[in-house]
T-cell receptor
Framework: GAVVSQHPSRVICKSGTSVKIECRSL??????MFWYRQFPKQSLMLMAT?????????EQGVEKDKFLINHASLTLSTLTVTSAHPEDSSFYIC??????????FGPGTRLTVL | AQSVSQHNHHVILSEAASLELGCNYS??????LFWYVQYPGQHLQLLLK??????LVKGIKGFEAEFIKSKFSFNLRKPSVQWSDTAEYFC?????????????FGQGTELSVKP
C-alpha cells in the first residue's frame, strides 16, 4: 500500500496563531486525500475531502475558513488551522485514497494550542 | 444517517484468550466494510476488508471477520490473542451512496492484552 507521512508529528502553538500540517504520499500519486480529526478515546471524524487541483469538500459543521486545505500536487496536501484556539487541540490524521475504496493513513499530527 | 456502532469500548483479555469485537452498521444497502488497527503511537493500518463474496474474511496477523447481512454486523475475531495485539480497533464502512469513498468509523474498541 501507499506510504503516507505527516509533518510535523507534534506542534504546540499559542492561541491566535496559524499552524500548517503537511500530508505527503511518498510512493503513490494521490488524486484524493482525506483529513480527519481524532479526539482522545474517540473515533476519527472526517473533516474534508481534498482533491488535487480543486477545492476541498468539507463535512457539515467544519469551518472551511478556519481549516484551509490545499492539494496542489499529487503528493502533497496541507491543512492550515487558522487562528487556532485551545478547542482546536486534537490529533489530525490524513489519508490517501488508494484503489478499491482502500485508504492509507498517515501517522497523525498532535496539535496543542495553549 | 449512516452510522457504525462498536459495542465494546474497552476489552481486557489474557494472552491466548479468544477475541470477538462487535460492529454493527445502520445502512441497509450494499456496503464495503473494514477493520483498522491503531497500535500505540502508530498510524492506522488495515486489518481486513470485505467487498463481496465469501462473508468470512481473513486478514493479517490471524484476524478474521464475518459479514452477516441479516444482522448488519461485521464482527472481528481472533482465536488466540497475543500481548502484541494490544491496540485500538476501528470498524468502518463505505457505501456506494457515500460519495467519494468516505469512511465512516465506529467509536473504536481499546483492546488490552495482559501477558
Amino acid at each position: 500500500g501507499a506510504v503516507v507521512s505527516q509533518h510535523p508529528s507534534r506542534v504546540i502553538c499559542k492561541s491566535g496563531t496559524s499552524v500548517k500540517i503537511e500530508c505527503r504520499s511518498l510512493d503513490f500519486q494521490a488524486t484524493t486525500m482525506f483529513w480527519y480529526r481524532q479526539f482522545p478515546k474517540q473515533s476519527l471524524m472526517l473533516m474534508a475531502t481534498s482533491n488535487e487541483g480543486s477545492k476541498a469538500t468539507y463535512e457539515q459543521g467544519v469551518e472551511k475558513d478556519k481549516f484551509l486545505i490545499n492539494h496542489a500536487s499529487l503528493t502533497l496536501s496541507t491543512l492550515t488551522v487558522t487562528s487556532a484556539h485551545p478547542e482546536d487541540s486534537s490529533f489530525y490524521i490524513c489519508s490517501v485514497a488508494g484503489g478499491t475504496d482502500t485508504q492509507y493513513f498517515g501517522p497523525g499530527t498532535r496539535l496543542t494550542v495553549l | 444517517a449512516q452510522s457504525v456502532s462498536q459495542h465494546n469500548h474497552h476489552v481486557i483479555l489474557s494472552e491466548a484468550a479468544s477475541l470477538e469485537l462487535g460492529c454493527n452498521y445502520s445502512y441497509g444497502g450494499t456496503v464495503n466494510l473494514f477493520w483498522y488497527v491503531q497500535y500505540p503511537g502508530q498510524h492506522l493500518q488495515l486489518l481486513l476488508k470485505y467487498f463481496s463474496g465469501d462473508p468470512l474474511v481473513k486478514g493479517i496477523k490471524g484476524f478474521e471477520a464475518e459479514f452477516i447481512k441479516s444482522k448488519f454486523s461485521f464482527n472481528l475475531r481472533k482465536p488466540s490473542v497475543q500481548w502484541s495485539d494490544t491496540a485500538e480497533y476501528f470498524c468502518a464502512v463505505i457505501s456506494p451512496n457515500n460519495q467519494g469513498g468516505k469512511l465512516i468509523f465506529g467509536q473504536g474498541t481499546e483492546l488490552s492484552v495482559k501477558p
